[in-house]
Structures are given as structure tokens and as C-alpha cells.
């Protein structure tokens, strides 16, 4: 049986970065990642992602939620990335930190540790940016220097300028840096990607160490279970295509396998609501009730509009545009293949505007909604705000389906089962329609197609919400951290899964509330805290 210093279970973001720093700090790691290899055409250029998800492939696995009540008995597809790098390779690369209030919070949660480790902003910071290499900002809240390429938009499409032009109509500041002193306003993404090409986590911190002895890295590789022995995590159990594998690790084992595999990983282990166990005929190594509970997510609904002329990103995927396009990317790298088409975005609070935003909205220059809803004319030029609730009250689950490791987990989102969800998401929907009526946008658009502009009311926005509402691609808080008194607390302050020693969880399952944005940056963040909370450097 292979030995390893730590085993890393799961290569996405924060699995990278943990293993980043512990090769770096010369210890001997086995990487696991149950997905495929990062380089790809389609993933390296920002818009071929979307192409690889309509047409279905290999680098997602495609999860489904149970029939959700409150939605009418619906399920929602939950797609996830199935790659070295994780959602890091798949997503639409925006980089958003969330705000310092989120991790004060954290820390407030945390005190009642016997063993505290700071989570404060202060204390958070100093990781974001020495991952960091902005090639715009270098200042006290951004790095300049770290792996990790942030840049600006590679493109700013014309619909995108004219959504930021009229929510600053609307009465919002224009906000040169969504990670900067405040979050509010409206302006342009930073993204994760230099020059067109995607920089994943896989590039940024794993492709700079396969020549370094101390990674092994085993792709398509699922982890069955934790093999726990008096107490302590000393190995896993894992398969791949030439079967099933024991390895072993004298220091810690970390699992970073996201918040729909992690919990499943856990409770497949023994760790776990105790009752839960049992139905599955798992022994039991320690009762651990909030694992697969707390699932946090960002939940969307998006307004849509048909433009009154040629404006936006439709057809330029098809034909002459798609060769064109390729042809000035390839000569150039310029035009739309240096973009995802996510250019434009705001942080708002539509009923107390100079208060924390509730509201993040993309501007997506297309018609974002299922053919069905296209009405007869079909496709065509248009435009979609995808409304996002930041800090959203309904809490879902991750439970078992069976004790077979290839089963896929039972996940119950529950998006807008708590009232408050719901009468906020129509809050914006009426926000952002004022948006779409005011100019400079409002003059290059025909009419509103969804929600229905004819009836506006309560109930028919609120049916419009529980039909098209889904996943924001966002989900966290499945094995949270919390304070020692907190009995759904399933890590301590330092990442460490109580009732068994040598066990880490560094991934989103961690937080124990989701971060009011985009949550690829505090994944990263959390590997590297975690790796320098193994090391002993914190």
C-alpha cells in the first residue's frame, strides 16, 4: 500500500491550492480528482464552456434534485464540474471575494472555539492576495505577484456598457472594483483568465508542479471512503478505471470534493447524522448531524428582453460570425472568444439602496431561457439579467441514496422555501425591470418576454420565480464550520472534523454561511488556509 505525507480528495479549486502549498512546503501529497484533464480547446477559450454544457460532455456531472414541494414538485439539473480544477474550469471566471462583513460574521460564529483561529477579514485578506496576480489593481486589498491571473474583461459588449449606464440612471454608482472598499454599484467583472485563456486553478497551481516528485496526481479517480482506524484518518479507499485502491497517509487527509461529494464522502465513512447511517447499514465512527445539512446556494431568476436591432452575442457562435470570431482570436486575440459574455454586473439593495446589496445581476446579451419560453419567433437578439440573491434565508440537504460510492447523492436545494427568498427575488425582478425601461438600454430594446409584462402582480412574478429559479452554480455549507457548543458544527475553527483526528475538509462544504458573491475566490482561499493550518503555520 502506497504511503503519502497527505492525501488531497478532490482536485477543484480549493483542493489544488491545498495542494499547491503542501508540495511547495516539500511534503509528499496524492491528489485525487475524479474528473478528467484540464487542457482542452473549449475550456481554455472563456466562451467554450458553454458550448461543451449545451451539447453535454465528459467535463460535467450533470446532478438532479429531488422534486422540490415548493416549486410545485420540479427539479432542478445541478451541473458540476467533472475536470482537474473543478469549477474553476468550467465556470464564467468571474472573481468576486464576497465582502469583508462575510468573514467578520464568520469569526463572530467561530469565537466559541476552545481552539479559535481568526476568520475576520483581516485575517483572510493576506491569502486572497498573495494568490493574486492582478494585472490591474496592486494595492492594500489586491495582490500583484500569486499565480492566479486576474484581468479585465477581454471584451465589454455593447449591451453590457448600456446595462451599467442605466443602473447608474437608476441611481447607482459605477464600481471600478467589485473586491474593492465597497461592493455597491454597477461596472465590470474581474475575471480569471490572461488574454483569452483560462487560468483554472489546474493552471495557475497544479500545472507548475508536474515536474515536482512530491504530486502524484490520479485523475478519474472517485474516493469511496475514509479509512479511519482508532480515531484517526489514516488513508482512503478509492477507484479508478483499473479498480479499487488503498493508499495511506501519515499526516492529514483532507477532503475537497465540494459540497454535494464531500458530505456524501464523509457520511459513506461513518461520519455523520447517526440515524441516517443506519438506514444505509453504515457503522457509525461519529454522530455528526450537520454533515449534509446547511446547503447555502445562490439561487437565480432571470428578466428577459428581445432587442430592436442586431445587439448582443446571438449568432456569433454559427457560420461566418464563428469563423470570423476565431480568425480575429487567433490573429489578434481580440473579440468575442475572449469573453464569456458575462461582462457586466451589479451589487444592489433595491429597498434600502445605501445599505449591504441583497442583489448581485448579471447582464448576459442573450436570450437566457428555455426554448419553450421563446415564443414563436424563437431565438434571436435580446438580452437576460440574471438576478441572484447574495445571502438567501432557505437552508436544503445532502443526504445518501444508497451506501453504494457510485451512487450519486440526494441533494435537496430548497430554493425559495422561505418566504423572505421569495419576496425578495420579486423585489428585483420589479428592480430590474425599471433597469431594462431605462435608457440607455431601454432605447436598443422591443419588448419584455419574461416575466410576462402584462401581469406584473404579486402572483404571477412569484409564479414566474418558482418556475425558472435554479442554481447559481454556487453550493457551500455542507459540512460547516461552527463554534464547539454548536452540535451541527461538523469542523472546528481550524477545518478539522471532530470525533476523528487527521481529518480536514477545505472546500466550500466548509463555510458556515455562503459569501455574498461568487464563491471560486474563497474556495481558493480556503485551500490555502487549510494548508497552512496543516502545516502548522497558522
Request: proline residues 7%.
Amino acid at each position: 500500500m502506497n504511503t503519502y505525507d497527505h492525501i488531497v480528495a478532490g482536485g477543484g479549486s480549493a483542493g489544488c491550492v491545498a495542494a499547491w502549498q503542501l508540495v511547495r512546503a516539500g511534503r509528499k501529497v496524492l491528489l485525487i480528482e475524479g474528473g478528467h484533464w484540464h487542457r482542452h480547446p473549449l475550456l481554455d477559450m472563456p466562451p467554450g464552456v458553454f458550448k461543451l454544457l449545451k451539447n453535454g460532455s465528459k467535463f460535467f456531472k450533470i446532478y438532479e434534485s429531488v422534486p422540490q414541494e415548493q416549486l410545485g414538485g420540479r427539479t432542478t439539473e445541478i451541473p458540476q464540474g467533472n475536470v482537474l480544477g473543478g469549477g474553476s474550469s468550467v465556470n464564467g471566471q468571474a472573481y468576486v471575494r464576497g465582502r469583508p462583513s462575510d468573514y467578520d460574521n464568520w469569526h463572530e460564529i467561530l469565537r466559541g472555539n476552545n481552539d479559535a483561529a481568526s476568520w475576520a477579514w483581516k485575517d483572510v485578506l493576506p491569502h486572497f492576495k498573495r494568490l493574486e496576480g492582478n494585472l490591474h489593481f496592486n494595492n492594500d486589498l489586491h495582490g500583484a505577484d500569486g499565480p492566479l491571473v486576474v484581468s479585465e474583461p477581454g471584451q465589454v459588449n455593447e449591451m453590457a456598457r448600456w446595462f451599467v449606464q442605466a443602473l447608474q440612471a437608476q441611481g447607482e454608482p459605477f464600481n471600478p472594483d467589485f473586491n474593492g472598499p465597497t461592493q455597491r454599484g454597477a461596472g465590470y467583472f474581474q475575471f480569471t483568465y490572461n488574454k483569452g485563456q483560462r487560468i483554472s486553478a489546474a493552471y495557475a497551481f497544479i500545472e507548475p508542479l508536474k515536474d515536482d516528485p512530491n504530486l502524484t496526481l490520479k485523475l478519474e479517480a472517485s474516493v469511496h471512503k475514509i479509512i479511519i482506524e482508532n480515531g484517526r484518518a489514516v488513508g482512503v479507499i478509492y477507484k479508478d478505471r483499473t479498480g479499487v485502491h488503498k493508499v495511506r497517509a501519515d499526516g492529514d487527509v483532507i477532503v475537497s470534493s465540494g459540497a454535494y461529494v464531500t458530505p456524501k464522502i464523509l457520511m459513506l465513512s461513518g461520519l455523520g447524522p447517526a440515524a441516517h447511517l443506519a438506514e444505509h447499514g453504515i457503522d457509525v465512527v461519529a454522530d455528526l448531524p450537520g454533515v449534509g445539512q446547511n446547503l447555502n446556494d445562490h439561487p437565480d431568476v432571470s428578466i428577459v428582453a428581445r432587442a430592436n436591432g442586431p445587439y448582443g452575442y446571438f449568432g456569433q457562435d454559427r457560420g461566418w460570425n464563428m469563423i470570423r470570431n476565431g480568425l480575429q482570436f487567433k490573429l489578434f486575440g481580440t473579440g468575442p472568444i475572449t469573453t464569456t459574455g458575462l461582462e457586466a454586473a451589479c451589487f444592489v439593495n433595491p429597498t434600502e439602496p445605501d445599505a449591504a446589496p441583497t442583489h448581485e445581476a448579471y447582464c448576459i446579451p442573450i436570450l437566457y431561457l428555455p426554448p419553450d419560453m421563446l415564443e414563436p419567433e424563437g431565438d434571436g437578439h435580446g438580452v437576460s439579467i440574471q438576478i441572484v440573491l447574495l445571502q438567501p434565508y432557505s437552508r436544503g440537504e445532502v443526504r445518501l441514496a444508497s451506501a453504494d460510492p457510485d451512487a450519486m447523492p440526494m441533494i435537496s436545494p430548497n430554493f425559495l422555501k422561505d418566504p423572505r427568498d421569495l419576496d425578495a427575488m420579486v423585489t428585483g425582478l420589479r428592480y430590474f425591470r425599471k433597469t431594462l425601461e431605462t435608457r440607455p438600454l431601454a432605447d436598443r430594446l422591443d419588448r419584455i418576454i419574461a416575466p410576462d409584462p402584462a401581469d406584473f402582480s404579486d402572483e404571477a412574478l412569484a409564479a414566474h420565480c418558482r418556475k425558472m429559479v435554479k442554481t447559481n452554480f454556487h453550493p457551500a455549507g455542507t459540512a460547516k464550520m461552527g463554534a464547539d457548543g454548536d452540535r451541527m458544527a461538523v469542523l472546528d475553527a481550524r477545518m478539522r472534523v471532530r470525533g476523528v483526528d487527521g481529518l480536514c475538509v477545505c472546500d466550500m462544504s466548509a463555510v458556515p454561511e455562503i459569501p455574498a458573491g461568487n464563491t471560486n475566490a474563497p474556495a481558493m482561499m480556503l485551500g490555502d488556509r487549510c494548508a497552512e493550518f496543516v502545516l502548522g503555520n497558522l
